[in-house]
């Protein structure tokens, strides 16, 4: 067996050819679009994007839900005005207040009588 000195054992590795950092011709992305349902000027990530979000989208298409005038919060039992209509607290406290009582409920029910 003969040992080559000439070439090195570990090939060279070379760094494959970034696509990301090439300039493309991306007009559409570019440009700024407006919104077709609340006007708001947005950058598109694809080339058929009607609008800024997805709520948009849904409020076009008449599928959004509207959230109901007055709620009341599933933790202190206050009356709200919730921004949106899955919520179910008054406010973010109470949130985080109701999911402690929760794991508490769970942890004495796996444990009866306590630590
Ligand atoms: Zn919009
Ligand atoms: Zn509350």
Redesign the pocket.
């Known amino acids: 067996m003969i040992l080559n000195p000439g070439t090195s054992p570990l090939p060279l590795v070379l760094e494959p050819p970034n696509p990301r950092s090439e300039p493309q011709k991306r007009s559409w992305r570019t440009q700024g679009r407006s919104c077709d349902q609340c006007g708001r000027e947005f950058q598109p990530r694809r080339r058929r994007q009607r609008f800024c979000s997805p709520t948009c989208k849904l409020a076009f298409h008449g599928l959004l839900k509207k959230a109901p005038e007055r709620a009341k919060?599933?933790?202190?039992?206050?009356e709200?005005k919730p921004r949106r209509s899955t919520a179910k607290?008054?406010?973010p406290?109470?949130r985080a207040a109701w999911h402690r009582a929760r794991k508490r409920l769970a942890f004495t029910r796996t444990f009866p009588g306590g630590p």
Do not use: H, P, S
Request: with cysteine.
């Open positions: 919060c599933a933790y202190c039992g206050a709200f607290f008054c406010r406290a109470c």
